[in-house]
């Protein structure tokens, strides 16, 4: 039988104007987000929907919003009776699959995004470390390119391993630029330095993941309603405590989304539903199979309404 897949996206989909239209309209959506701002003590919501847009990007700015926005589209979707068989997040996206799933509540998620956006711009001086999106070239290929990369004390790993042809590598600025060159020598179409504030998903980020193990600690982590595709595995699992050690060890390790994506087909999931800022995630999935999916992306009411025209056709 058909499943359905929520899918929640992760830092870089932000954008100014992110969930306004669903605060406005919609009293449930706007709950959450008036609860954000309280949590965190600070008008996040301001942020979100005015910018400045360099403030928003900033990393202990963007993952909180991207989370709150996601949350808030969440219960536009939930009250039109739509349910999930799995969820899942690409990276901070993680912690959204949670809220969903019933294992975090939105409180805690919100200020643990918050404390792990602030411990990642900590973890690594500015300038010092670096990532880039390389296209066109495999995923064996650019491992052999990053560990060459990395043999003079530099560092340059596999971070997000997005779609075929489609991977992030993150590191020391040396390290993933010689990486970069490295890999268009091997046969990468482009390699795209990325603007980011760390190299988010390698070793480098160990201070943050020390950092955000002890916030998790005091946080209650309930088994989940629906099973969760974690980045780390590409698995699904359900166990509170499991998926509370799967978020630290994040930090540090590749997400594995194309690899997410393919092991939900095989579970029988044909219907993928994006829910957030933006359609990067949609995108994602197109490319890692181009058919027999039904793809949708919910990030205002109207694409909602869109979204549910589409699925009664099917």
Same mark, same amino acid.
């Given at each position: 039988?058909?499943?359905?897949?929520? +899918? #929640?996206?992760?830092?870089?989909?932000?954008?100014?104007?992110?969930?306004?239209?669903?605060?406005?309209?919609?009293?449930?959506?706007?709950?959450?987000?008036?609860?954000?701002?309280?949590? %965190?003590?600070?008008?996040?919501?301001?942020?979100?929907?005015?910018?400045?847009?360099?403030?928003?990007?900033?990393?202990?700015?963007?993952?909180?919003?991207? $989370?709150?926005?996601?949350?808030?589209? $969440?219960?536009?979707?939930?009250?039109?009776?739509?349910?999930?068989?799995?969820?899942?997040?690409?990276?901070?996206?993680?912690?959204?699959?949670?809220?969903? !799933?019933?294992?975090?509540?939105?409180?805690?998620?919100?200020?643990?995004?918050?404390?792990?956006?602030?411990?990642?711009?900590?973890?690594?001086?500015?300038?010092?470390?670096?990532?880039?999106? +390389?296209?066109?070239?495999?995923?064996?290929?650019?491992?052999?390119?990053?560990?060459?990369?990395?043999?003079?004390?530099?560092?340059?790993? %596999?971070?997000?391993?997005?779609?075929?042809?489609? +991977?992030?590598?993150?590191?020391?600025?040396?390290?993933?630029?010689? !990486?970069?060159?490295?890999?268009?020598?091997?046969?990468?179409?482009?390699? +795209?330095?990325?603007?980011?504030?760390?190299?988010?998903?390698?070793?480098?980020?160990?201070?943050?993941?020390?950092?955000?193990?002890?916030?998790?600690?005091?946080?209650? #982590?309930?088994?989940?309603?629906?099973?969760?595709?974690?980045?780390?595995?590409?698995?699904?699992?359900?166990?509170?405590?499991?998926?509370?050690?799967?978020?630290?060890?994040?930090?540090?390790?590749?997400?594995?989304?194309?690899?997410?994506?393919?092991?939900?087909?095989?579970?029988?999931?044909?219907?993928?539903?994006?829910?957030?800022?933006?359609?990067?995630?949609?995108?994602?999935?197109?490319?890692?199979?181009?058919?027999?999916?039904?793809?949708?992306?919910?990030?205002?009411?109207?694409?909602?309404?869109?979204?549910?025209?589409?699925?009664?056709?099917?």
């Amino acid at each position: 039988m058909s499943k359905i897949a929520f +899918i #929640f996206p992760g830092q870089g989909s932000q954008e100014v104007g992110m969930a306004q239209n669903v605060f406005e309209q919609h009293e449930k959506a706007s709950s959450v987000i008036k609860k954000a701002d309280e949590r %965190l003590e600070y008008s996040l919501s301001g942020y979100m929907f005015n910018g400045p847009k360099e403030v928003l990007k900033k990393t202990e700015h963007a993952q909180p919003a991207l $989370l709150t926005a996601s949350a808030a589209l $969440l219960e536009t979707v939930k009250e039109k009776d739509l349910s999930p068989d799995f969820v899942a997040g690409h990276s901070l996206g993680e912690y959204s699959a949670l809220v969903a !799933a019933g294992v975090l509540s939105f409180d805690d998620a919100v200020y643990a995004v918050r404390q792990r956006g602030l411990f990642m711009e900590e973890a690594v001086p500015d300038g010092v470390g670096a990532m880039a999106a +390389i296209m066109g070239l495999e995923r064996p290929e650019l491992e052999r390119v990053c560990a060459e990369a990395s043999a003079e004390g530099e560092t340059a790993e %596999l971070a997000n391993l997005n779609a075929p042809g489609q +991977i992030v590598i993150s590191g020391s600025r040396k390290g993933v630029e010689t !990486a970069s060159d490295l890999a268009k020598e091997a046969g990468a179409k482009r390699a +795209i330095p990325l603007e980011v504030s760390g190299p988010f998903h390698s070793t480098l980020m160990e201070p943050a993941k020390d950092k955000l193990r002890e916030v998790l600690s005091d946080i209650s #982590f309930q088994d989940a309603g629906v099973p969760v595709m974690t980045n780390v595995t590409a698995l699904p699992e359900t166990n509170g405590e499991t998926l509370r050690d799967l978020l630290v060890d994040q930090v540090t390790s590749p997400v594995l989304w194309e690899d997410t994506i393919k092991n939900l087909i095989e579970r029988d999931v044909t219907t993928f539903i994006e829910i957030g800022s933006g359609n990067v995630l949609s995108g994602l999935v197109r490319r890692i199979q181009r058919r027999g999916l039904e793809v949708h992306a919910v990030n205002d009411l109207e694409s909602l309404e869109k979204t549910l025209k589409k699925l009664k056709e099917e």
